[in-house]
Each structure stands twice: as C-alpha cells, then as structure tokens.
C-alpha cells in the first residue's frame, strides 16, 4: 500500500473554514489550483536542486557565488513558509511532521540553516529532489501501485533465495580475490587481500575499472574464468525474481477472478463465463 501525504490519516480539516481551502490548495492535486501549486513547486524543487548543483562547480561558484548565495536563501525561505502553511492546514501535526514527506519537506530546508553553522552542509540540499515524489499524483500514477505492490510482494518472496546467493557471491569474491593476491603479489599491483577481492568484485559485476589488471599466465587464466562466471552470476538474481513475480502475478489473477458458486453443490471452482457447474452441471 503506498501512501501520499497524510491523506491516510485523515488529516483533513473542516472544508468549510480558509484551513480546508488551504489544505485543498497544497494537499489535492485534483483540483486546478491544487495542480497548478503542485507543479510550481515541482519547477521550484527542480531549480533549488540545479542551483546547488552550480554551486558544487568551483569555476561558476568563484564567478557568481553570491548570485547562487542568495538564490537559495530564497528558496530556503519559500520552503520554510510552504512547510509551515502545510503544518497550518492540517489537523495533526505530529501526524504529518512525522509522516514521511513530513520529514523530507523538514530536511528539505534545515541544511542552509546549519549551513550558519557548519559550512558546506548546504550540499545536503539534493534531498530536495526527494519531494518531486509528489508528480504521482498530478500525474495519476496510483493507477499504477497494483504493479508496484506486485514488485514488492515478489522481491519480499524471494528475499530468502537472494541472500543465500549473495553469501555465495561473498564467499566467492573473498576466496577469488586471496587467490589473486597469492599468485599475482604486490608486485603486480594486488597488495592486499581486501583489495585483491575489490578486484574480484570488479570484475566478477562485469564492471572492468581496469585499475588492477593480472599479469602472470595462471593469472590472467583465473581472470578468464572470473568473467565467464560473472555473466551466469547477474543471471541468478534475475531469474529468482522473474519466476516469483510470475507466481505473484498468477497469484493476483486468481485473487481478482470473480467467484461463481454453485447455488446446488457449492462448487466455487466455476469460470467467469460458465453457464452450467463444473462439478454437477446445475444451470447457474
């Protein structure tokens, strides 16, 4: 089940006072002013957003630094009073405070504030991008969570069969990589065993930096068969998931499938179009 905002805490107040036309403005995006707010402040996280990103380029922060300065105190700001007209209008306010966009619209402001203090947290900032989680519901993306809590229920059924592969994945790259770290040595670059398995790790993901590279015959043999291995190893993963998403989609069929009971047997096993019972033949 996903949740937006606080709506499933019943957080809404009277509509009949300017608190539940206020709640309408900056909670419901069904409404037109509800979606024209929701996609100002969208425009105006994304802009917060790429404006801390020119201010992590030296070049462009030497240039215009106050510029970028006083350009996020200002969305600072208008964070700050969007958050406080969000705690206004709703009913609880611990609720929504504690609620999980209740704690992004928190974070989303606090680091400038501690940037007074603690200079360079501002870059803690991108969070911000977390609140663009709210163009679900301008674009009606609900419609969607069935597949989404499909997902979830198939990565939770396989979480067990995941783990034991991971461990084996563990075992395998520390037993690799002290492998490589014996025959290749220091002198090839293996210096450790911790970093004879990040290369192991590297290079079984099939991700090859190239940093580290074997130079001896039964080296490079073993480096050979690491490569091969690595493509069955991203298969495995796949194919665990793959198999209890099918079963959890087979699973929703079933559960969606409208049941026809037989009013003479009590047969429940009956197809949606049937007209007589499987089990007696009792017209239905």
Not at 116 to 142: E, N
Not at 172 to 177: E, F, K, Q
Request: charged share 20%; glycine share 6%.
């Amino acid at each position: 089940m996903v949740v937006y905002e606080d709506r499933y805490y019943d957080n809404r107040p009277d509509s009949s006072n300017w608190r539940g036309w206020l709640y309408d403005v900056i909670f419901e995006a069904d409404t037109p002013v509800g979606k024209y707010f929701d996609i100002l402040l969208i425009i105006s996280i994304l802009l917060s957003v790429f404006v801390v990103m020119l201010d992590s380029v030296k070049s462009f922060r030497i240039g215009h630094g106050e510029l970028l300065y006083n350009i996020e105190w200002f969305f600072t700001i208008l964070f700050t009073i969007e958050y406080i007209l969000r705690l206004i209008c709703v009913k609880s306010k611990i609720r929504y405070s504690t609620s999980l966009f209740g704690i992004v619209d928190l974070l989303a402001t606090v680091p400038t504030y501690l940037s007074l203090f603690l200079p360079g947290s501002q870059f803690l900032l991108v969070i911000r991008i977390l609140r663009v989680l709210r163009i679900f519901r301008i674009l009606k993306l609900v419609k969607y969570m069935n597949e989404a809590e499909l997902l979830i229920r198939a990565l939770k059924a396989s979480r067990r069969k995941i783990t034991v592969f991971l461990f084996t994945v563990l075992a395998l790259v520390v037993i690799i990589g002290s492998l490589m770290y014996l025959i290749e040595g220091e002198e090839n670059g293996f210096t450790s065993i911790p970093l004879s398995i990040f290369w192991a790790i590297v290079t079984l993901t099939t991700v090859g930096y190239g940093d580290l590279v074997p130079k001896t015959p039964l080296g490079i043999g073993l480096a050979s068969f690491v490569m091969i291995l690595g493509f069955g190893m991203i298969a495995v993963p796949t194919g665990i998931v793959t198999a209890e998403m099918s079963l959890a989609s087979i699973d929703a069929r079933e559960r969606a499938r409208p049941i026809i009971t037989c009013e003479h047997c009590g047969n429940l096993n009956n197809d949606a179009d049937a007209r007589f019972c499987k089990h007696c033949g009792t017209e239905l």
